[in-house]
């Protein structure tokens, strides 16, 4: 489940740039990520020296049920901290009552913790983005003609020339549209020609079973258009490219400080940039551009909607610990596994205080108040059944629920609910939007009914 969930997308990255014929590693590529593997554990080692740690907890096994630390799934034994901060209530314990007082006071006192404890703080000021069309052409996609363009985003780095970070984005519309179009945005990747992912082959001798259209033509059917924008343009995923990338640049390739940001609060600046384009591309209709991402990008998603208040909704699809899913809960991956070496370059330096001296009732926020620092926008949370345990559904939806008030103080409707609904439930009636589909670890089922929940708001 574990390496499922957590190293997914890391093996299409290996699938697309290493693998071989026989899906091996070669020579030059095992140095590469050993070489990797070391930096990143440096990094790791500094920042821990850096906040005065010596040991943090292990995360929870997710390959071995038999293991001392094996992830829980025994919802008896899943809330230790069931105590929630209120949304709603003051640092000094004053009770907010009008959407004022939560726009003025309530909702910087989160941001704050989320910026100081959590993601960490973007930098005042990031430097500007050149937008270059690259490729322009006309396409089909299944049976809809597509306006096609490349661009890359040169990020300005005339403050430390050594780091140069380019941004990669593909945007498509519909040929024949007759105005500006909504857009759907996927943190994802963009695979050449004929690209497959390695895989059993297919018995040639049984007609091939059809293929459900894509989502990107389930986004063509509504004549809205797509975008694909590449998170590791912006900022590698590991903690060996931390002197790198954005952050990198930004910091003059000096290591991070605890409460600097990470490549989740990372990658929603390189979305809020893809967002200049869009407010200057006479195709796009930019206020209503929706955001999506699976798993890590899925957390990704979720950020980028909550900081970025031009982003008209998400798709949060399977983002777990770090994302959606409550970080008191302990159900799948913890925050451990997060605040390890393996995936603490997604969040502050901070955060791998609460695997450490901290415990996780410690925290001053917790993940129904990033959703809630979504509203009044529409948001829609993502889960699947078989083999997605690992993300806790039950407790992504449990942040929904308890994001729900600050949703109905801004005049909006929460989720109807806050009893966990059987698999397959639909909730889509209110702003904040939630189902669990039947099957594993990914989007793919949820495309239909995300693009209903969207369609609410992009008439």
């Not at 907890?57 to 105590?83: F, I, Q, V």
């Not at 005339?158 to 970070?165: Q, R, W």
């Amino acid at each position: 489940m574990k390496k499922i969930a957590g190293l997914f997308f890391m093996g299409l990255v290996i699938a697309l740039h290493s693998y071989s014929q026989f899906g091996r590693l070669s020579p030059a590529d095992s140095l590469r990520r050993d070489s990797m593997n070391r930096m990143t554990q440096q990094d790791y080692k500094q920042m821990l020296a850096e906040l005065n740690i010596t040991t943090v907890r292990p995360g929870a096994n997710g390959n071995n049920p038999n293991a001392p630390n094996a992830a829980n799934y025994d919802e008896s034994k899943a809330n230790p901290y069931p105590n929630l901060p209120d949304p709603l209530m003051l640092k000094n314990g004053q009770k907010i009552t009008t959407a004022k007082m939560w726009w003025d006071k309530r909702r910087p006192e989160i941001v704050e913790d989320f910026d100081r404890e959590i993601y960490g703080r973007m930098p005042k000021n990031t430097p500007k983005v050149k937008w270059e069309v690259t490729k322009d052409t006309m396409e089909m996609n299944g049976d809809v003609k597509v306006h096609t363009k490349k661009l890359v985003g040169h990020v300005d780095n005339s403050s430390y020339p050594s780091i140069n970070v380019n941004i990669d984005l593909t945007l498509s519309v519909p040929a024949n549209a007759t105005g500006p179009v909504p857009v759907v945005m996927e943190f994802g990747f963009v695979f050449p020609p004929g690209f497959r992912v390695p895989g059993p082959p297919r018995d040639t001798t049984k007609p091939a079973p059809p293929q459900p259209p894509s989502w990107q033509q389930q986004v063509l059917a509504k004549g809205w258009g797509y975008a694909i924008l590449v998170p590791g343009s912006i900022q590698a995923d590991n903690g060996a490219g931390l002197t790198q990338g954005i952050i990198g640049l930004v910091n003059k390739g000096q290591p991070r400080k605890p409460d600097d940001w990470g490549s989740l609060r990372a990658w929603a600046w390189g979305a809020d940039r893809a967002m200049d384009y869009f407010e200057i591309d006479k195709a796009i209709d930019a206020r209503k551009v929706a955001i999506e991402g699976h798993s890590r990008y899925g957390k990704a998603a979720l950020v980028t909607l909550a900081y970025n208040p031009r982003f008209a909704t998400a798709f949060v699809s399977s983002s777990g610990e770090g994302g959606a899913k409550l970080h008191r809960r302990n159900a799948g991956e913890i925050v451990e596994n997060v605040a390890g070496s393996g995936e603490y370059h997604w969040m502050a330096g901070n955060f791998i205080k609460y695997a450490g001296p901290l415990n996780w009732g410690d925290m001053p926020v917790d993940s129904h108040e990033l959703i809630a620092m979504c509203a009044p926008r529409p948001v829609f949370i993502s889960g699947g059944s078989k083999g997605d345990g690992w993300v806790d559904t039950r407790g992504m939806f449990m942040a929904a629920a308890a994001a729900g008030p600050v949703y109905k103080l801004l005049g909006k409707k929460d989720m109807g609910t806050a009893e966990y609904p059987p698999i397959g439930t639909t909730l889509i009636d209110g702003d904040i939007g939630y189902r669990q589909h039947e099957d594993g670890h990914t989007p793919v089922p949820n495309w239909p009914t995300f693009i209903e929940f969207a369609g609410k708001y992009f008439k």
